[in-house]
């Protein structure tokens, strides 16, 4: 682990699932569980990044020297995303978020009446937030070096690919073998305009420690210095 890689570094991550509210008790989420972001954040703090960590509805600890922000819906993630980003050198999007959210979050609880009628939701597609910032300005000039995550069931290679190509990032990293949800361990493959490699199966905080030299040995300041 080469340490303080990340020195004058600003990482900006996002990580968790998000929350789309149907009404005021009920939402629809998903069952990622954060740590693969946290690992990341925490690492690259230790590397000696600044690092800000907008965080969706998790059970995790803020490591320690990170600041972090609590979001529930993509939309609040997109916000906060936007926000800190003109602020970063790097951004790491880890978060799963929701593809859609209801089309309308009810106000006051939706009730059973007794009829057996059912609600009928219908939904409309959250913002992509790493497509948006990777279209952003200072990302298209690479002052902002933008990470993409994949979670594939099959093709990974092919998939994270083309994901990398169509999200607009250099970097794309593919988590490797079925559902990491919740677990403590990972591969990655990581997938750039070069080519790819893995890093095979470790803890996420190992591999949150490796992540954090590629990304550190892919900065354009970095390679100027
Ligand atoms: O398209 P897909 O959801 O597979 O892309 C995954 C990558 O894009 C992850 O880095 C994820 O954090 C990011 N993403 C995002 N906003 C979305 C959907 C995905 O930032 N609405």
Same mark, same amino acid.
């Given at each position: 682990?080469?340490? %303080?890689?990340?020195?004058?570094? /600003?990482? #900006? ?6 929350f789309?509210a149907?009404?005021?008790? *009920? ?7 954060? %740590?693969?972001?946290?690992?990341i954040?925490?690492?690259a ?8 960590l907008?965080?969706g509805?998790?059970? !995790? +600890?803020?490591?320690r ?6 979001v ?6 997109? +916000?906060?995303v936007?926000?800190q980003?003109p =602020?970063?050198?790097v951004f790491?999007?880890t978060?799963?978020v ?5 089309a @309308?979050?009810a106000?006051? %609880?939706? $009730? %059973?009446? &007794?009829? &057996?009628e059912v ?7 959250n ?8 279209q952003?300005?200072? =990302? ?8 993409g995550?994949?979670?594939?069931? @099959? ?7 083309? /994901?990398r190509?169509? /999200? &607009?990032?250099?970097? !794309? ?5 079925? =559902? ?7 591969? !990655? !493959? #990581?997938?750039?305009?070069? &080519?790819? *490699?893995?890093?095979?199966h470790?803890? $996420? ?10 990304i550190?040995?892919?900065?354009? #300041? @970095?390679? $100027?210095?």
């Open positions: 682990f080469t340490p %303080k890689c990340l020195a004058g570094q /600003k990482v #900006l991550i996002t990580a968790g699932p998000t789309e149907i009404d005021p008790v *009920r939402g629809i989420t998903n069952h990622s569980s954060g %740590k693969m972001g946290f690992a954040a925490r690492a703090q230790e590397a000696g990044a600044q690092v800000t907008v965080a509805p998790v059970h !995790l +600890h803020t490591p020297g990170v600041q972090r922000l609590n529930q819906s993509a939309q609040e993630m997109l +916000h906060a936007t926000q980003a =602020a970063a050198s790491i999007a978060a799963a929701a593809d859609w959210r209801p @309308h979050s106000q006051q %609880k939706i $009730k %059973k009446d &007794g009829s &057996g609600p009928m939701l219908s939904f409309v597609e913002p992509d937030i790493l497509a948006t910032v990777a952003s300005e200072r =990302a298209q000039a690479s002052d902002l070096f933008c990470v995550f994949a979670a594939e069931s @099959h093709d990974l290679l092919q998939h994270a690919t083309a /994901k190509v169509r /999200k &607009g990032v250099p970097l !794309l990293v593919g988590n490797i073998g079925p =559902a990491t949800f919740g677990r403590d361990d990972n591969a !990655l !493959l #990581l997938v750039d305009a070069a &080519g790819h *490699r893995e890093l095979p470790a803890s $996420k905080r190992e591999l949150a420690q490796q992540l954090v030299v590629e550190a040995q892919r900065l354009p #300041l @970095h390679s $100027k210095r």
